[in-house]
DNA sequence: TCGCAACGACGTCAACTAGG
DNA sequence: CCTAGTTGACGTCGTTGCGA
């Protein structure tokens, strides 16, 4: 199979799994396909719920009534009861979510009542991963958002939140260092993987920082006439005062960018903690394509990050998605045992 | 050991949407 | 209307497993 072949196979296998899963009958009803592996179709009734193509099923007795999402109970093989509960994101998606439960709770029938128009808006365009996640979040206070995910596995000193970079600098070293607007400093090692080589650090012009916050103080100009970020730990950022070429092999990616260098501080820590500027305005052609230059190089870079996260949403929701799978498949072996000892019961043998 | 296929991760571009 | 965010599509690269 060729690499192009492979991705459309690929491309394929992700489109039948978030668009061809259940199926939308004519009669209203649903056939999920994840069930025709059991010689079973899964069909549920019309009209039940507010979207048209949730697979509701429900094993023990919640999630009846017209409110969605319907919250079904499911006897894992191991005996433990999960609550399943269908969130409908698009004709084509449903998600589900997995909550082991102590009780039933009735306050799940009042929840995820949709209005027209807000179905509307669901309907027309497919949501991002992002809000896919945090809507199965938003219901069980256990799963986390993707946000708060993000705190989780990175630790607490980097912010990926990626805060918009106003300015990108790449120090003599290699490191980058982006200022945000929201007044965030992110230093980026290049040889590091991308995400884990990022540092977020939070500048402050008054008052005491947030809790947890660190302090970099940027000195407009230091007695030798550079520009210093002072960073905690006893080093400073300093701003070369001739604008170098970066790297040959990072030239590329910065162009004619001044560089920075990490070093032990050569002055006392400034009195006056004051904002970092921007690169000063810029008005001659060659100014205007570096400045064109660094516009781009910070698109491509805020791009690099949106796709990385895009890619781990994706993942994650493919998880989802086999998560429901392997659990509709428990429901369904359920649902045919049940239905044997119902034929059993309902029509006993005569000799 | 070498060549190949499969696979995953990544970077980039482009199209699209939402929000200001 | 503009900008930022999101994501599909495409190409590339590194890794791994397998057969010759």
């Known amino acids: 199979m060729s690499k192009c072949s492979r991705k459309k196979y690929i491309k394929t296998n992700i489109r039948q799994m978030t668009m061809e899963t259940v199926e939308p009958q004519q009669d209203g009803s649903v056939t999920d ?102 809507e199965l979040s938003s219901d069980v206070p256990g799963v986390p958002k993707i946000e708060e995910e993000k705190s989780e596995e990175e630790g607490p000193a980097p912010n990926l939140a990626m805060a918009v970079p106003t300015s990108i600098y790449q120090t003599s070293t290699g490191q980058y260092i982006a200022i945000a607007q929201g007044g965030t400093i992110q230093i980026s090692n290049p040889g590091s993987d991308g995400v884990q080589g990022l540092q977020a650090l939070t500048m402050t012009n008054s008052g005491a920082p947030p809790p947890g916050a660190t302090i970099v103080q940027y000195a407009a100009q230091s007695a030798d006439g550079t520009q210093q970020f002072f960073v905690p730990g006893s080093q400073v950022v300093v701003q070369d005062e001739e604008t170098e070429l970066a790297p040959s092999h990072m030239a590329a990616a910065t162009g004619d960018m001044p560089t920075y260098q990490i070093r032990a501080p050569t002055t006392a820590l400034p009195q006056g903690v004051v904002m970092a500027t921007s690169p000063g305005s810029l008005h001659s052609p060659q100014q205007l394509a570096e400045e064109a230059t660094r516009k781009r190089e910070l698109r491509l870079m805020k791009n690099r990050e949106a796709a990385k996260e895009c890619r781990r949403r994706k993942k994650e929701y493919v998880k989802c998605l086999e998560s429901r799978v392997a659990v509709l498949e428990v429901q369904n072996k359920k649902l045919i045992e049940e239905l044997e000892t119902l034929k059993d019961i309902c029509s006993p043998k005569t000799d």
Not at 54 to 81: E, H, M, N, W
Not at 111 to 133: A, C, F, M, Q, T
Request: aromatic share 0%; charged share 15%.
């Open 33 to 134: 396909s994840v069930a025709e592996s059991d010689s079973a179709h899964m069909q549920t009734q019309a009209g039940q719920n507010s979207i048209p193509t949730l697979a509701q099923v429900s094993v023990a007795g919640s999630g009846t009534g017209r409110s969605s999402p319907a919250v079904t109970l499911v006897q894992l093989p191991s005996g433990q009861t999960v609550q399943v509960q269908g969130v409908i994101q698009t004709p084509q998606i449903q998600t589900i979510q997995v909550a082991t439960i102590a009780e039933t709770d009735e306050s799940a029938e009042s929840e995820g009542v949709i209005d027209s128009h807000k179905r509307r808006e669901i309907l027309s365009r497919r949501p991002s991963y992002r809000k896919i996640l945090n």
